[in-house]
């Protein structure tokens, strides 16, 4: 008896379903894998919020790391960053700052690791700093202008700066402006800051955020116009594909993933400025 096979319009055919399921099934296949990636990052940050508490606990509430202090001069780094409060050594060399802190400092250095990674020494990498979505390295300078950050890089922020999470210290330019305050000073201006940052102040202050929001909110100002006016007026993508959308860690120890305008500080539940506007 002889087998009758598929003709090319029953084949198309079914391509046809084929492709249309695919269609059909990757966006939603695409948002539960940025959703898991989104539990990821408020993991992380959960933990490293909840690690200054301790910090703070153990060294002193002024004692939160806004850098590493006299450690500073014993490697001598061109570049001295907000990554460093934890995270890990890097093994790439970042081609515009080549003797950055993150390339200088090994892991056993940094304040917060000896809580989240005892023990851990040299270049290992630390997955509690990564996020699973990290694409962009951008870090401003603070006081330089602000630019848009790239959101797709060759390099994810971890790395090059060995961390996707830095610590907030664009608060330092409410004191500054054009003249920020020299980081021997960020210190004693956030001891001042963070005898502030107490009860509720505490649950709004964002102190951790992912780097993309990093480079939008470096140059954030009150609506009002106090302290001039952000020059970077527009808003951006986040890591996680979402407009403006960010995961942050606030000074409390919770962390969220939320909507922000990063041009101003004066939202209803969160602020990077030492005041609540």
Known sequence: MKRRGFTLIELLVVIAIIAT???????????AKENASIAKCLANLNTIAATAGMYMDDE??????????????????DYVS??????????????????????????????????????????TMLKSYVCPSDKSNTTPFVGSPGEPPVTEDRWGSFEINGNSYPINWYWDE??????????????????????????????????????????????????SGDFGKSPLEHLGMGWHRKFSKYSMGFLDGHAEYRFIDTRYTDHTSATTWPEFY
């Open 174 to 223: 409410m004191y500054g402006g054009d003249d920020y305050t020299p980081l021997q000073d960020m210190d004693a201006i956030g001891s001042l800051m963070l005898s502030k940052k107490v009860g509720g102040a505490a649950s709004r202050f964002i102190i951790f955020m992912e780097n993309t929001m990093n480079s939008y909110t470096m140059d954030a100002r009150p609506r």
């Open 21 to 31: 399921l695919i269609s059909i099934l990757l966006p939603a296949l695409t948002a």
């Open 82 to 123: 907000e990554f460093v409060y934890g995270g890990f050594q890097t093994s790439i060399d970042n081609p515009e700052h080549p003797n950055g802190d993150w390339y200088l400092y090994p892991n056993e250095l940094r304040p917060f690791n000896k809580y989240i990674a005892p023990g851990m020494t040299g270049r």
């Open 60 to 77: 002193g509430r002024a004692a939160l790391p806004w850098h590493l202090g006299g450690r500073l001069g014993e490697f001598n780094p």
